[in-house]
């Protein structure tokens, strides 16, 4: 908190400062509630304290720009978690292959026997007495 009071008197003595003619858009001060503050995209806006020489970039003076930029880095993070999800359901029908593969063994092994319950059907061992 204290950090965060800080910067808006920052923001505050910057205004103060500021001269329009400059073009320079200036930082926003934060907000206290902290579920306001990761929702606000203030933290990502890079500004500067000087006067630029020459045309302001397009994602410093278009909001649009930035929220555009936001969603580019918003859809590479959801392409991302797509790959991983993809690769873990590869990972789970593989050993799911497997373990369906070692039933199936097990059902057309002649020295295991079946038997049905209301449970489900169980291998069991010849050799294991019940």
């Excluded at 500067?48 to 970039?57: A, F, K, N, T, Y």
């Excluded at 873990?88 to 092994?109: H, Q, S, Y």
């Amino acid at each position: 908190m204290t950090s965060i009071r800080k910067f808006n008197g920052y923001c505050a003595k910057l205004a103060d400062l500021h001269d329009p003619s400059w073009s320079i858009p200036l930082p926003q001060p934060l907000p206290i509630q902290l579920a306001a503050l990761r929702d606000g995209g203030s933290l990502m806006e890079d500004v500067w304290i000087s006067p630029s020489l020459g045309e302001i970039p397009r994602w410093l003076e278009d909001s649009d720009v930035r929220e555009g930029i936001r969603a580019m880095l918003k859809l590479d993070r959801c392409c991302e978690e797509l790959s991983r999800i993809n690769r873990e359901a590869e990972n789970l029908c593989r050993w799911f292959g497997c373990e369906l593969a070692a039933i199936e063994l097990a059902l057309l092994n002649p020295s295991c026997e079946l038997f049905y319950s209301f449970q489900g059907i169980y291998l069991i061992e010849e050799s294991m007495p019940l």
